[in-house]
Nanobody, 115 residues
Framework: QVQLVESGGGLAQAGESLRLSCEALGRIKIGLMEWFRQAPGKQRVMVAGITSSGTTIYEDSLKGRFTISRDIGKNTVNLQMNSLKPEDTGVYYC??????????WGQGTQVTVSS
């Protein structure tokens, strides 16, 4: 089993920055780790992802503002969000594909950006 523990959400004004962290607890090795976002009334969508070897992927519109990084030793993935916009508001979820062929979700952390 893997438990994903997220932190770092909160309230920000437009133009400010926030950093989200997600720690994977458990003994199972983790492969791909991703951040998803679910805006009010919308579907959950992938924001950014990073493989165990460090390859990154981003939702096209977020490139340049969001940066995903990973600390393999600490089994942690971070999402640095800069120049935040009101449309970045939503619940951010950490997602992991583990080597037990299962995927796991965190509980979600709220990010609210005011104009």
């Amino acid at each position: 089993q893997v438990q994903l523990v997220e932190s770092g959400g909160g309230l920000a004004q437009a133009g400010e920055s926030l950093r989200l962290s997600c720690e994977a607890l458990g003994r199972i090795k983790i492969g791909l780790m991703e951040w998803f976002r679910q805006a009010p009334g919308k579907q959950r969508v992938m924001v950014a992802g990073i493989t165990s070897s460090g390859t990154t992927i981003y939702e096209d519109s977020l490139k340049g503002r969001f940066t995903i990084s990973r600390d393999i030793g600490k089994n942690t993935v971070n999402l640095q969000m800069n120049s935040l916009k009101p449309e970045d508001t939503g619940v951010y979820y950490c997602h992991a594909n583990a080597y037990d062929f299962r995927d796991y979700w965190g509980q979600g952390t709220q990010v609210t950006v005011s104009s």
